[in-house]
């Protein structure tokens, strides 16, 4: 065997049993001696183990760029550039993958979760009915299939797909945000940005989240977050958002709390001036 095969092939096993800092060294030593693509590929794989995202990146598209058809350094290339926040190289990287290969489900699961970030859902829906063709077993697939229909508003297809995954992972919880839970047949001052709240229940395995966000003065976003997470009134809420706008760099569009509550006011520890309070600690306060 020759020196170049013997040590890609020590490096394989480094790599097998997880020495990612010896395997490393044996593929750049392999690398000099036989400059093939699949190498520069192993090479960035072990990098990314040892969390060295730029490192790895450059050997992912050094394999890409020795060789133009390698549809799993592609799929690397996305996963290093979605880790870095770069969506739109990481996307690109994905889709020259599925260009490559249209049913690859790993290029297909990336795409997707960045079409659903980028609200793409018509291209996330083409995507994931493709990917659940292949892997009709996967809850998550079906659970992003559902939000994706729900944002071109296929509802019917939406309900189904949750249900889906429900029933292959009973386990498996999902989320329903509901943002600024007011009602329109009762007039609060509660802002009504959805409508048919009264048709909202405790589905099993539904985690209910009600977000109270909007600008307003202490006394106005606390009396309005009383309002709209009552447990007596919704008992089916598991959990509550609150939003606090500081001055920011919208300031001369009056996007800011005039003045924004404080910790303490926030958590219902110290009423305000007046004496009103928080009533239901808050699960998650917002910094916008």
Not at 50 to 62: G, M, R, T, W
Request: glycine share 6%; proline share 5%; with cysteine.
């Amino acid at each position: 065997m020759a020196a170049s095969g013997q040590t890609l092939d020590q490096a394989k096993r480094a790599f097998e049993a997880q020495q990612y800092a010896e395997a490393a060294r044996l593929f750049e030593e392999a690398r000099q001696q036989d400059p093939a693509c699949e190498i520069s590929f192993y090479l960035g794989i072990t990098r990314y183990r040892l969390h060295q995202v730029d490192s790895a990146l450059i050997a992912f598209q050094e394999a890409v760029k020795c060789n133009p058809k390698l549809t799993l350094a592609y799929i690397a290339l996305g996963e290093g550039y979605a880790e870095r926040g770069n969506d739109g190289e990481a996307l690109a990287a994905y889709e020259r993958a599925l260009r490559l290969e249209p049913e690859n489900a790993a290029a297909l699961r990336g795409a997707a979760a960045l079409y659903l970030r980028a609200k793409l859902n018509e291209k996330a829906v083409a995507a994931l009915e493709l990917l659940v063709k292949q892997e009709p077993a996967d809850a998550q697939a079906h659970a992003d299939l559902g939000a994706a229909y729900f944002g071109t508003s296929n509802l019917e297809g939406s309900e189904r797909e949750f249900e889906a995954a429900l029933k292959l992972n009973p386990k498996f919880a999902a989320a329903l945000i509901v943002h600024q839970f007011g009602d329109p047949t009762v007039h609060d001052g509660v802002p009504n940005m959805i409508q048919d709240k009264k048709t909202l229940k405790d589905y099993d395995n539904v985690e209910l989240v009600i977000n109270g966000d909007g600008l307003g003065n202490p006394a106005s976003k606390i009396r309005k977050y009383n309002l709209m997470t009552d447990s007596k009134v919704y008992p089916f809420i598991h959990f509550r958002n609150i939003k606090i706008f500081f001055l920011n760099q919208w300031e001369k569009r009056g996007h800011f709390d005039k003045p924004p509550l404080s910790l303490e006011e926030i958590f219902g520890i110290k009423p305000l001036p007046g004496g009103l309070k928080v009533l239901e600690k808050p699960n998650v306060v917002i910094i916008a």
